[in-house]
């Protein structure tokens, strides 16, 4: 197996001069954090007034753990560390209940956003001959816009074609005999169905190879996507908190995701008790990101569950590799390649006066793709009896959803009653859906 | 001279429009006239009985969603034509009909449409004033 390096050096790294390298940069990060309105009384709190308090990698462990919801209490601009002159880009999620998160980036942040993704994708043996087609979204999603910058700078042919449309994606991959497809797994088995409707046969491809990521699946989706298309199939890892993609990648071994520790401090803890777990245990992954300069994040709680693989890897690289995401620890769906909490449907239906107080929000499958439908009941106090003004209020609901959350759903109206009370916790999401 | 008619939400589920019916007949309210306006997943079922409120009331004390309407009830011809005399009155008029529906009276050759309009008081002077019989509550009763 022939084994490509973007950056050799860094990536071959050993382990004694890679763990120099982190403590320098991780110093640099928290003298970067001092800077910001989040962190400055936190870290003097837990007794670190300058990057000189953290001398030894004890001390790291003195650095409280961030989580999401401290991301959110900073918007918009709690966690900036520069000035907006030196802002180039900035990412928002949409936010939970109303309050998103941002991360800035500066020129350098990006460069150096852009060198993780060129390691990672040489690292699955792409060149400068290959067409690289993005079926991924473009925008504040960072999953079009990370794979781009990454994919220009190794010289890649990229066609930017963002999500959707499937018929005028296979037309491009026939076209333009794209060689590397960056999809999620829901999306490329979808495409697979829509091969026959649209004429095109695998023989009418070049394609080799794919990126799948932004959605969990199975080493059996791998194999059936790879036999299906006749191709290779690499996972990908990464969450806009820490960039985007590009912060785990698999080589052309296919066992596992390696992190790139020169810039992500990795660990994995128990996430009930915060606890750093060994190799080989699941966890919760926390990560430090070491050169993002203008938006400082240090020992995130990503609430991914994985573990961290023992052992060398067969293509040499020093930095440690990661299982599939195994699950979350909070309750976020990941509906067709998007991110949706429940809280972010209950939002919008709330708002709406002719819907009740009972809501349920199903998932199923429709072919390889994801279904959302959510069921409401209507108001009877707000019941005119006018058969249009029902029709209204529904695609008013799918209207305001489809806003919050980019995602179409299917909207059932109910008779209030109707759905399953629950006492204690409601169970308001059941998930139809067959893994992947 | 306006009538009231209920209008009732209902979920597109087995034996939904069975629950109503069995309701009112237990009740002894009988139905005089009837449609249901019909979207996928739900329905309006739209009746027009003796006793209203007290109707509405019994419903909604047994979880129906249910509303009250105005609606004017025309006794017409029932023969070709009938409908189109009536319908002339009203668009030369510009009253609009949001919907409508129909039965035939038992003991007559007459039949008797329900309308919703967008003014119905107007409607009602209006065909009045051309002879068209307008039902009233009573009628609708002891029919």
Not at chain 1, 36 to 49: C, E, S, V
Not at chain 1, 74 to 91: E, F, S, T, W
Not at chain 1, 177 to 186: V, Y
Not at chain 1, 365 to 370: A, R, S, V, W, Y
Request: aromatic share 6%; with cysteine; glycine share 8%.
């Amino acid at each position: 197996m022939e084994i490509n390096f973007w950056d050799k050096e860094i990536e071959t790294i050993d382990k004694a001069a890679l763990k120099v390298l982190q403590l320098k940069r991780l110093k640099e990060t928290v003298s970067c954090a001092l800077k910001t309105q989040f962190y400055k009384p936190r870290l003097k709190k837990a007794g670190i007034n300058s990057a000189d308090d953290i001398k030894h990698w004890e001390d790291y462990k003195k650095i409280p753990l961030t989580t999401k919801d401290d991301l959110r209490e900073c918007y918009p601009n709690g966690l900036l560390a520069v000035d907006m002159k030196d802002v180039v880009r900035l990412h928002t999620s949409s936010g939970t209940t109303g309050t998103p998160t941002v991360i800035y980036h500066t020129k350098n942040d990006i460069n150096h956003w852009a060198e993780l993704v060129a390691r990672s994708i040489v690292a699955t043996g792409a060149t400068n001959e290959d067409v690289f087609q993005n079926m991924m979204s473009y925008g504040m999603f960072t999953g079009g816009l990370g794979l781009h910058y990454g994919a220009e700078k190794v010289g890649l042919t990229v066609i930017p074609m963002g999500g959707g449309n499937t018929k005028r994606q296979i037309q491009l991959m026939k076209d333009f005999g794209s060689t590397i497809l960056h999809i999620t797994p829901s999306y490329i088995l979808h495409i697979h169905s829509k091969l026959g409707e649209s004429g095109v046969e695998l023989k009418d491809l070049r394609l080799r190879k794919a990126y799948l990521g932004a959605e969990p699946y199975s080493e059996n989706t791998r194999k059936k996507v790879e036999q299906l298309f006749k191709i290779d199939v690499y996972n990908s890892y990464g969450l806009s908190e820490m960039n985007g993609p590009g912060v785990g990648f698999e080589c052309a071994h296919k066992c596992g995701m390696h992190v790139w520790e020169d810039t992500y401090l990795l660990e994995v803890i128990d996430p009930k008790t915060g606890e750093s777990l060994g190799e080989d245990k699941e966890g919760e992954i926390v990560l430090t990101n070491l050169t993002r300069r203008a938006t400082p994040l240090l020992r995130y709680r990503t609430r991914d569950i994985a573990a961290i693989h023992k052992g060398l890897c067969g293509c040499k690289r020093t930095h440690r590799r990661i299982s599939r995401i195994l699950g979350r620890t909070d309750d976020m769906l990941i509906i067709n390649g998007v991110n949706v909490y429940p809280s972010q449907i209950e939002e919008v239906i709330m708002r709406i006066p002719q819907v009740g107080t009972n809501y349920q929000i199903y998932l199923e499958k429709e072919g390889t793709l994801d279904k959302l439908v959510v069921k409401v009941e209507i108001y009877s106090k707000m019941f005119s009896g006018n058969l249009a003004e029902i029709d209204a209020l529904k695609s008013r609901i799918v209207e305001e959803l489809r806003a919050s959350i980019i995602i179409h759903p299917a909207v059932e109206l109910h008779e209030p009653g109707s759905l399953p009370v629950f006492e204690g916790k409601a169970k308001r999401v059941v998930d139809n859906r067959v893994k992947l | 001279m306006k009538l009231t008619q209920i209008s009732i939400f209902l979920e597109n589920r087995k034996g939904r429009l069975f629950d109503v019916c069995s309701l009112l007949g237990k009740n002894k309210v009988n139905i005089r006239a009837l449609t249901v306006a019909e979207s996928e997943q739900f329905g309006i079922l739209r009746i027009v009985v003796d006793k209203p409120e007290a109707t509405a009331a019994l419903l909604k004390k047994h979880g129906f969603v249910a509303s009250l309407t105005d609606i004017v009830a025309v006794e017409v011809a029932d023969k070709p034509g009938g409908l189109a005399d009536i319908l002339k009155v009203l668009s030369v008029s510009d009253i609009n009909v949001e919907y409508m529906y129909g039965f035939v009276e038992r003991k007559s050759d007459k039949a008797i449409l329900v309308f919703r309009f967008d003014e119905p008081d107007k409607a009602i002077v209006l065909l009045k004033k051309k002879k068209i019989k307008v039902i009233g509550r009573k009628e609708i009763g002891d029919l």
